[in-house]
């Protein structure tokens, strides 16, 4: 079966630019979650969606960053005047009823 | 705050060895336990969770974790590693009481398997 679905997978863009990253959860799955990881580090947290709503986004590091699930389904990831620390791979799970994170391959975000 | 550690960076071990990767939290309480394996050009995948009860827990591909209340880690461990086995593994958990899916990760732990 179709697993999580990220696109673009490799983002190009200069400082100051805006970009999207989208995901695509696994049918069913209500919950959403947006990390983050830098070369060399695990994943950070930033933000997690029940539903349509952002149950959690204490993860944001700013308010250059925000998300949107306006259907309950596919998610953005959004990021407004980018800065070349926002370089990383932006990672999308979604969760099952057990509690199991399934996770995308990531979108890798390069601020040049 | 919470935290993981993994002290090891990188663990290189030969083909067949055994292996155990290791990993200690810093939290008020026990949280959810995780391990979890990311190959080159795929997804993080769940290896093996702990939620509550026997503390030796058997996960996906031959690996086991056992939890130690008294040391606060959350050691993976298989018996006999095979080629396939390199790649980055990562501990992780989650508070009690919050999402599952809201986790701390370690830095990982890349393993090296020779011939």
């Known amino acids: 079966g179709a697993g999580v679905s990220q696109t673009p997978s490799n983002k190009v863009t200069e400082k100051g630019k805006y970009v999207e990253l989208r995901c695509d959860p696994i049918?069913?799955?209500?919950?959403l979650y947006w990390y983050r990881q830098s070369l060399g580090q695990g994943p950070e947290f930033l933000i997690y969606f029940q539903g349509t709503g952002a149950a959690d986004d204490s993860g944001l590091p700013n308010d250059r960053f925000f998300a949107v699930r306006p259907e309950g389904s596919v998610s953005t990831l959004k990021i407004q005047r980018t800065e070349r620390g926002d370089s990383a791979v932006y990672l999308c799970?979604?969760?099952?009823?057990?509690?199991?994170?399934?996770f995308g391959e990531g979108s890798r975000l390069t601020v040049l | 705050a919470q935290s993981v550690t993994q002290p090891d960076i990188h663990i290189t071990v030969s083909e067949g060895a055994s292996l155990e990767l290791r990993c200690n939290y810093s939290?008020?309480?026990?949280?959810?336990l995780f391990w979890y394996v990311q190959s080159p050009g795929q997804g993080l995948q769940l290896l093996l969770k702990?939620?509550?009860?026997?503390?030796l827990v058997q996960g996906i591909k031959g690996f086991e974790a056992e939890f130690k209340r008294s040391q606060s880690s959350f050691n993976l461990r298989k018996p006999s590693v095979h080629w396939s086995d390199a790649a980055e593994y990562f501990c992780?958990?989650?508070?009690?009481?919050?999402?599952?899916?809201?986790?701390?990760f370690g830095q990982g732990t890349i393993l090296t398997v020779h011939p």
């Open positions: 939290y008020g309480a026990t949280p959810y």
């Open positions: 992780a958990v989650a508070t009690r009481g919050t999402s599952y899916g809201k986790l701390t």
């Open positions: 049918s069913g799955h209500t919950a």
């Open positions: 799970a979604s969760r099952d009823s057990s509690g199991e994170l399934f």
């Open positions: 702990y939620f509550s009860g026997d503390t």
